[in-house]
């Protein structure tokens, strides 16, 4: 039995059965207790609590979901203050406040109407007896919305506004009477340049306001600022193409060098804090090229100082993170996300600093029948165009160990690329991964020229290439695998969400390097983009693409719907009806011109889906489907029936 026609116990079900997912986590400063956010198979996200994932208390009633709309990214959604939790609701806007799991959940914020004004990344500050946030505020229709730092008083629901005038806001800190944030103006982005400000809160009359505001900290990108106490603080700087931390009584070079960037792409979402300060020193979490020295504990006296690998001994364990963030610290007591196992989700855990132990929240659920199914990631570098600087990705070869492979058939082969594009590949446990692993497939996550997690220079490669680099590398890529003999050069696909759809969309026209592609809310018209997409992302294409009205001729250029007319290769659509990131029109246009090139084609659109889909029904549904359109265009045989096919038009037609 060949390629794609394996059949594996992996199914739809178990695709989508840890769909209760951790997110995101936060700690009671006051108590000590931890919280964490999971994400429901309807949709819903939840705040927890308890001693593992499995036997947590929910404290979010079904009609609420704790998501922020800041950004329209969000994160931030929820914290805890002493036992008290308060939350972002998804459809008003509103931050609630939750006295118990069973209690109902109170509006803090005033009603400005259904998510007209929103907030994330508060913290109570015990000075002013308020809420500390990012505030963004969307009441006239007729102006972009205005974002600032708002204190918020906890029983009037008044919100006073601390510091406005710049574009966006973000890493907001306080101690006692001290604020510390960072800012950034149009065009550029939080991993471009920002501004790192400390100021004095006070209280006059019944108004909280900041005096003494200066600027601490510019060029380059200076994020996630922590106050040791109310003179020294600690920050976040890549002026060493590295983000590395700093300290504010050392301004000559970073308190710990490294090549290892902290924890996730944070610029795209509030949260997930990189590090943070624990009673033994400074506990410092990053994304790992070779799984070594990402998560330390370091000096908080002494630069230079490594006082313990906390990840050896999370890897004496027997785990393989590759990368920690939202690290959060009370005490001796060390909390973390981590992932890049290969063999494990996303996983929330604590280490203790002082006896060594480790505790997992979230065990995968993965049954011990599926392990020899399970395709481990490969770490791979290849090549570019540019001779001075090479690409990476995440190989997983295909593997059951039901099927002998003919010697003489390589297996087909399906790019991934992700979103951003400033994003970056994650190796992490991914049940859709192992789900065309285990039939057949071979995956390659590409880490294209502009990822982050590879330093300033390699991120910034982009600019000014998006629509060129990220293509050249998802080829190379292939080609590289194809070479090395591990591939079928002939059974080519490629997909990606958001930017990666865009990147998909424009492979499908400009290029007949891949035979097939699916795109997930992609990007079909930059100039569109550009003109209709909110505020975050509205000047991003500036530093990715060019400078508007001047450069209007390479976006129209790179629009893959501005060259509609060249899609002669296969490509499937799946797209949210609520994406006000990549609204639908971006894909539904280029999939009209795919039928009227008489392509093989489909759309499928889920209704109350955004960016991103949630509910565990839709997301079976996409795997389902893509496989499904792959069969009928390398013409293979599904060992499994589909029971919801997507709608492919014009399969048939040479």
Known sequence: ?????????????????????????????????????????????????????????????????????????????????????????????????????EATPIPVTKDYGEGKVRYAEGHINVFLNRIICVREDHRNPDHECINTIVAIDLLSGQEDVLVDGSDFFKSVET????????????????????????????????????????????????????FINQDDYLYLWDKTDYWNIWKSTETTKPWLLSENEPGFPFGWCFGYPGYDICEDGIVVGAKSKDGSENLLLIDLNTPQTVLKDLGQIVRDKGYSFGTYSNILCHGQEVYALACDDPANP??????????????????????????????????IKFPTTDKNMDAYGFLYRPINPDYTPDENEKPPLLV??????????????????????????????????????????????????????????????????????????????????????????????????????????GVSDLLGLAKHTHKFESQYLTKMVGKLPEDEAIYKE??????????????????GSEDFICPPPQSKELYNAALENRVATFYVEYEGEGHGFKKAANIQRCVSNEIYFYSKVFGFELADKTENPPPIKNLNIE
């Open 1 to 101: 039995m060949g390629y794609g026609e394996w059949k594996s116990p992996i199914s739809l079900e178990v695709v989508t059965a840890d769909a209760a997912e951790v997110s995101t986590a936060a700690i009671d400063r006051v108590t000590g207790r931890l919280f964490w956010r999971c994400k429901k198979p309807s949709g819903q996200f939840v705040i927890c609590t308890g001693e593992s994932a499995e036997s947590a208390t929910e404290w979010t009633p079904e009609n609420f979901s704790a998501v922020s709309r800041v950004h329209e990214y969000g994160g931030g959604a929820f914290f805890a203050h002493n036992n008290e939790v308060f939350f972002v609701n998804k459809t008003d806007q509103r931050i609630y406040r939750q006295s118990a799991p």
């Open 175 to 226: 101690y006692e009477d001290k604020l510390m944030f960072v800012s950034w103006n149009h065009p550029n982005m939080p991993w471009d340049d920002t501004q790192l400000f400390i100021g004095e809160l006070f209280v006059a009359g019944e108004s909280a306001s900041v005096k003494n505001l200066k600027v601490v900290g510019t060029g380059g990108s200076h994020l996630q600022g922590r």
């Open 346 to 379: 996303l996983t929330l855990l604590r280490i203790s600093l002082k006896d060594n132990s480790v505790f997992i929240y979230n065990e995968s659920k993965v049954d011990q029948e599926l392990k020899p199914y399970i395709s481990y990631a490969e770490s």
């Open 416 to 521: 991934r690329v992700h979103g951003g594009p400033t994003g970056m590949a994650m190796r992490s446990l991914n049940m859709k991964t192992q789900y065309f692993t285990s039939r057949g497939f071979a995956v390659f996550d590409v880490d294209y020229r502009g990822s982050s997690g590879y330093g300033r220079a390699f991120r910034q490669a982009l600019y000014g290439k998006w629509g060129v680099y990220d293509i050249e590398d998802a080829i190379s890529a292939s080609e590289h695998l194809v070479k090395e003999g591990i591939v079928d050069g002939e059974r080519l696909a490629i997909d990606g969400g958001s930017a990666g759809g865009y990147t998909t969309m424009a492979m499908m026209v400009f290029r007949k390097h891949f035979k097939a592609g699916v795109s997930y809310y």
């Open 558 to 575: 790179r629009s893959p719907l501005c060259h509609a007319s060249q899609l002669k290769c296969p490509i499937g659509f799946f797209q």
